[in-house]
């Protein structure tokens, strides 16, 4: 967001913070708050799913206060170093919290989330190596790294879905409230975010959009929580 006029923005950073602000207060709807904001008490959403869906959303608003602390306070003039440490924080947290969120809306069995630890430390250890090394490659490896992993995650996520209404349809008459072929919309508005962000070729348009769509995200991803009723009981995690 530093290089371009976001922070001369008086009204983007309004939408910045605002946009922080919602998420937090999400996250800590999803911890504390017994009831249910969409339906009432006509279902039960899963306690599993509320917490990690709270845990991407104070990622979320964690690293809105990175961008700008990093960027303004603590590493304004070195432009390489702040956008590598701003950029890998953003990829340990929010990507792989996401993926773990889709993957326990799927209630037929408890998939392992193990495996994305070591897909993720490539990440570290090119960072690691690009600060040391004062090496540019960073920005385009790791773009492509995160594209490949997405893809890959995408292609995982359709089929882990079909399966998951096969298993719907051989175990429940009703399935209102229980499918979650929605969760593919959220995965094409994250795709479509992520466009924005890092394709926006300096316009402050772009930055607004990137903001207003995270708003988005997350009032969707309320949505989903709430709606997706709970079909078995789950330990603590």
Not at 5 to 15: A, E, P, R, V
Not at 141 to 153: D, G, K, N, Q, S
Not at 157 to 183: C, F, I, M, P, T
């Amino acid at each position: 967001m530093y290089e371009y006029q976001g922070l001369q923005d008086i009204f983007f950073m309004m939408l910045y913070i605002g946009a922080a602000t919602y998420a937090l207060q999400a996250a800590a709807y999803l911890l504390f708050r017994r009831g249910n904001a969409f339906v009432g008490d006509e279902i039960t959403s899963s306690r599993v799913l509320r917490r990690w869906t709270a845990a991407l959303l104070a990622a979320i608003a964690a690293s809105h206060v990175w961008w700008y602390v990093i960027g303004v306070y603590w590493l304004a003039d070195d432009r390489l170093v702040r956008n590598i440490i701003a950029i890998t924080l953003d990829y340990l947290t929010f990507v792989p919290l996401m993926m773990c969120v889709l993957l326990r809306m799927l209630q037929d069995r408890r998939r392992p989330l193990w495996p994305l630890i070591p897909l993720f430390l490539p990440i570290v250890v090119l960072a690691v190596v690009c600060i040391e090394t004062r090496n540019v490659i960073f920005m385009s490896v790791v773009e492509y790294y995160i594209v490949f992993l997405a893809i890959t995650f995408i292609i995982y996520y359709v089929r882990a879905v079909r399966q998951y209404g096969r298993w719907l349809l051989d175990n429940y008459a009703d399935l209102e409230r229980k499918e979650v072929w929605q969760s593919l919309l959220l995965l094409a508005l994250i795709l479509f975010v992520h466009m924005a962000y890092t394709n926006n070729e300096g316009t402050l348009f772009m930055e607004y959009l990137a903001q207003v769509n995270t708003i988005v995200i997350i009032a969707f991803l309320l949505w989903r929580v709430e709606t997706l009723q709970e079909l078995e009981s789950e330990e603590s995690e």
